[in-house]
């Protein structure tokens, strides 16, 4: 059973709009948080995180929220720009030290 | 310019060969790791490696072998190769034990078993 969920297979948003990417989890022993974002014929490329200690993290665009209580955590992105369109893997750290565990991905697509 | 070079980009192999995939990095991290990637499943581990001379097995080892003789270099190997091993095949490196400064993964190996 996977520890970290990626429900939604694809998103699609209009430029310059807001785009939420959200991510469950269901190991209590993850105590650090990870976005990736990956492009087609290219790895991923980390993106942005945050620690079990704090609710919000945000870097430009990006915003990264975690609901421990929920085991939830969500990206947000404004606004969205086409150059955003891309594959988005959560990734979650914490029981096997610094290996990681990742969701199954997210397509997004920013329209113009 | 520095990061994670991985090769072949992409292999057609027959059942039952045996394959190597490079993963060379000058970073000097000291772990490294393999993952596949598949639709619907997202990453999975297979092996990794906290320092030269040390690895250690993922959630997906079966089928697959690793080495790490020195810190720059990550091969694996499919002994002998199966179909369900088809997949995009990424390594990657961190520079500690810790994973705050995330992973730096390579481009990846493109792989079909006919």
């Known amino acids: 059973d996977q520890q970290v969920k990626q429900n939604s297979p694809s998103l699609s948003v209009q430029e310059g709009r807001i785009s939420i990417l959200n991510c469950d989890y269901t190991n209590s022993m993850f105590d650090y948080f990870l976005w990736y974002k990956k492009y087609p014929a290219e790895g991923p490329t980390f993106l942005i995180s945050?620690?079990?200690?704090?609710d919000k993290n945000e870097d430009g665009r990006f915003t990264v929220f975690l609901n421990k209580s929920a085991k939830h955590l969500s990206l947000h992105i404004v606004p969205s720009q086409p150059g955003d369109s891309a594959v988005y893997f959560c990734a979650a750290s914490g029981e096997y030290g610094n290996k990681l565990v990742f969701g199954a991905g997210t397509i997004l697509r920013v329209k113009s | 310019i520095a990061g994670i070079t991985q090769a072949p980009t992409s292999q057609i192999l027959a059942a039952g060969r045996r394959m190597t995939l490079r993963c060379t990095q000058d970073m000097r991290h000291n772990a490294m790791y393999w993952y596949r990637q598949d639709l619907g499943l997202g990453l999975r581990l297979i092996h990794y490696?906290?320092?030269?001379?040390?690895?250690g097995k993922g959630e997906v080892p079966d089928g697959y072998s690793v080495s790490r003789a020195n810190t720059d270099d990550f091969p694996l190997t499919l002994a002998s190769a199966v179909p369900s091993q088809t997949s995009v095949y990424f390594c990657?490196?961190?520079?500690?034990?810790?994973?705050?400064?995330?992973?730096?993964f390579g481009s990846g190996t493109r792989l079909t078993v006919v």
């Open positions: 945050i620690s079990s200690i704090k």
């Open positions: 990657a490196s961190s520079a500690n034990r810790g994973v705050s400064d995330g992973y730096t």
């Open positions: 490696s906290n320092t030269a001379g040390t690895t």
